[in-house]
T-cell receptor, first 111, second 114 residues
Framework: GQQLNQSPQSMFIQEGEDVSMNCTSS?????WLWYKQDPGEGPVLLIA?????ELTSNGRLTAQFGITRKDSFLNISASIPSDVGIYFC???????????FGAGTRLTVKP | NAGVMQNPRHLVRRRGQEARLRCSPM?????VYWYRQLPEEGLKFMVY????????ESGMPKERFSAEFPKEGPSILRIQQVVRGDSAAYFC????????????FGQGTRLTVV
């Protein structure tokens, strides 16, 4: 249905490495949102994507809205320790006005 | 510009008591979403409200849970006769537009049922 499948579930990387995570759905999405959640805090919006094929950057973060409108990916370049956290993809399916979340990718960065 | 405000941040209730969680959306936002998060898990959709209307409550348990977003005042998530399994972090998000575009989150209410 409107499930968002996010992968990988977790990543353990060395400081300085690049990171890539993605989100797929069987439904078409009009908007893709990427959030980061630090421990004990609410999710914070990182990047919002509104058009198929759109590629948007926010500092070391780059996200793309897939051409099929059923997927999106997030890249983090040159990771640093403060990148640690849980990254969620989210969006409203085109046939629904709710906002659904992926299960999250837990990122650990080793100094 | 104040962000989304949730209170209390932490709430402890005994089994059988009622829990009331409040969410004040950002100024100008008339759409509110509630989510529940268990430790080490993702965000599970509960309910989507617009001022004075429940748009979608498909993620909310049919018993003991209710939500409202009155014309004036914050959105309230109410849990009656709490049980240990209700212990979780509850987050709300607000958006200016239908569809959750650029929804912003509060810091959550951590409910502990003892």
């Amino acid at each position: 249905g409107q499930q968002l499948n996010q992968s990988p579930q977790s990543m353990f990387i060395q400081e300085g490495e690049d990171v890539s995570m993605n989100c797929t759905s069987s439904s078409i999405f009009n908007t893709w949102l990427w959030y980061k959640q630090d421990p004990g805090e609410g999710p914070v919006l990182l990047i919002a994507l509104y058009k198929a094929g759109e590629l948007t950057s926010n500092g070391r973060l780059t996200a793309q809205f897939g051409i099929t409108r059923k997927d999106s990916f997030l890249n983090i370049s040159a990771s640093i320790p403060s990148d640690v956290g849980i990254y969620f993809c989210a969006g409203p399916p085109s046939n629904n006005n709710d906002m659904r979340f992926g299960a999250g990718t837990r990122l650990t960065v080793k100094p | 510009n104040a962000g989304v405000m949730q209170n209390p941040r932490h709430l402890v209730r005994r089994r059988g008591q009622e829990a009331r969680l409040r969410c004040s959306p950002m100024k100008g936002h008339s759409h509110v979403y509630w989510y529940r998060q268990l430790p080490e898990e993702g965000l599970k959709f509960m309910v989507y409200l617009q001022k004075e209307n429940i748009i979608d409550e498909s993620g909310m348990p049919k018993e003991r849970f209710s939500a409202e977003f009155p014309k004036e005042g914050p959105s309230i998530l109410r849990i009656q006769q709490v049980v240990r399994g209700d212990s979780a972090a509850y987050f709300c998000a607000s958006s200016p537009l239908r569809g959750g575009t650029e929804a912003f989150f509060g810091q959550g209410t951590r409910l502990t049922v003892v």
